[in-house]
Nanobody, 124 residues
Framework: QVQLVESGGGLVQAGGSLRLSCAASGRTFSNYAMGWFRQAPGKERELVAAISWSGGNTVYRHSVTGRFTISRDNAKNTVYLQMNSLRPEDTAVYHC?????????????????WGQGTLVTVSS
């Protein structure tokens, strides 16, 4: 199983930017599709963005399209989430997840691995 560790969260004002990183270890990173999920207090977990093993396919939830960019560097075993034009409603704990199949990432169920999460707080 792959192990995942997120970093890069913090407090930012509305309109600001953050870049989250998720470092993977334990298995061949390039064999995995990756996703970023978030969960705000009292709300359901939701998929933010996903990327295929090659980086050739990306998927975004509608509310972050045009503001967030998911990317990966297979040589560094890392996936990133660049978040621009942040809004207070983006406040949540952000987790990265891994699975050999992109469609499993998109389903959000029975994923192979989860990170512990990093908190993003956007002040108004």
């Amino acid at each position: 199983q792959v192990q995942l560790v997120e970093s890069g969260g913090g407090l930012v004002q509305a309109g600001g930017s953050l870049r989250l990183s998720c470092a993977a270890s334990g298995r061949t990173f390039s064999n995995y599709a990756m996703g970023w999920f978030r969960q705000a207090p009292g709300k359901e977990r939701e998929l933010v963005a996903a990327i295929s093993w090659s980086g050739g396919n990306t998927v975004y939830r509608h509310s972050v399209t045009g503001r967030f960019t998911i990317s990966r560097d297979n040589a560094k075993n890392t996936v990133y989430l660049q978040m621009n034009s942040l809004r207070p409603e983006d406040t949540a704990v952000y987790h990265c997840a891994a699975d050999p199949r992109l469609d499993t990432i998109l389903s959000g169920n029975a994923l192979d691995a989860w990170g512990q999460g990093t908190l993003v707080t956007v002040s108004s």
